[in-house]
């Protein structure tokens, strides 16, 4: 069973810097693809960023881009650097895996999430 452990979160004022990391465990074939959403408190979850580790190909929330980069790290572990931190982007962070490959970018496997706040 595919695991997704998270980490990296914590609280930081406004305009600062944090960097999350998903450890995946589990599973032995290609992901078809690795994202972070996030879901504040009354408010419904939202994708952030997204890569294809096949094609190495991005994608990002307007409201987070040219702020927060993803990246493989290696096969197993993917990150979340953000940057310019703004008290909006408070928020529990999610990692999540899709395996199943075509189309959009539909997870099966979530992690626990990790909280990010931002102070003013």
């Known amino acids: 069973q595919l695991q997704l452990v998270e980490s990296g979160g914590g609280s930081v004022q406004a305009g600062g810097s944090l960097r999350l990391s998903c450890a995946a465990s589990?599973?032995?074939?290609?992901?078809?693809?690795m994202a972070w959403f996030r879901q504040a408190p009354g408010k419904e979850r939202e994708g952030v960023a997204v890569i294809w580790p096949q094609t190495g190909y991005k994608s990002y929330a307007d409201s987070v881009r040219g702020r927060f980069t993803i990246s493989q790290d290696n096969a197993t572990t993917v990150s979340l650097q953000m940057n310019s931190l703004k008290p909006e982007d408070t928020a529990m962070y999610y990692c999540?895996?899709?395996?199943?490959?075509?189309?959009?970018?539909?997870?099966?496997?979530w992690g626990q999430g990790t909280q990010v706040t931002v102070s003013s």
């Open positions: 999540a895996v899709d395996l199943s490959g075509g189309g959009p970018c539909a997870p099966q496997f």
């Open positions: 589990g599973y032995s074939y290609s992901t078809y693809c």
